[in-house]
């Protein structure tokens, strides 16, 4: 996960924006993240890898998660279904890496 979606995602629970049960992705830690490039580039690896978590989590799980990593009341957590909202990103991003 990067910074910006980190502070967007700490934004939008203050807000009370909703989170999507059926939008998926592989979050990542950036610390996790920033380990694995700094091993990668010593590699001789594709130019283009999928580094993520292995797990698939909806955004709303992701926000539960997150809230509860930083000690916030998890009632600020609101469940949207993606179809509900106008919006033009992909319901699923995830990759099974198995």
Same mark, same amino acid.
């Given at each position: 996960?990067?910074?910006? #979606? *980190?502070?967007? &995602?700490?934004?939008? +629970?203050? /807000?009370?924006?909703?989170?999507?049960?059926?939008?998926?992705?592989? $979050?990542?830690?950036?610390? #996790? *993240?920033?380990? &694995?490039?700094?091993? +990668?580039? /010593?590699?001789?690896?594709?130019?283009?890898?999928?580094?993520?978590? $292995?797990?698939?989590?909806?955004?709303?799980?992701?926000?539960?998660?997150?809230?509860?990593?930083?000690?916030?009341?998890?009632?600020?957590?609101?469940?949207?279904?993606?179809?509900?909202?106008?919006?033009?990103?992909?319901?699923?991003?995830?990759?099974?890496?198995?």
């Amino acid at each position: 996960m990067e910074i910006a #979606d *980190l502070t967007q &995602t700490i934004k939008g +629970l203050k /807000e009370g924006h909703p989170y999507f049960e059926d939008e998926y992705r592989c $979050p990542i830690f950036v610390n #996790d *993240l920033c380990k &694995t490039l700094l091993e +990668l580039a /010593e590699l001789n690896v594709p130019p283009i890898l999928h580094i993520a978590r $292995p797990e698939r989590l909806s955004r709303y799980e992701f926000a539960k998660r997150l809230v509860d990593g930083l000690g916030l009341d998890r009632q600020k957590v609101k469940k949207g279904l993606q179809k509900d909202f106008p919006t033009i990103r992909p319901g699923d991003v995830s990759l099974d890496s198995s």
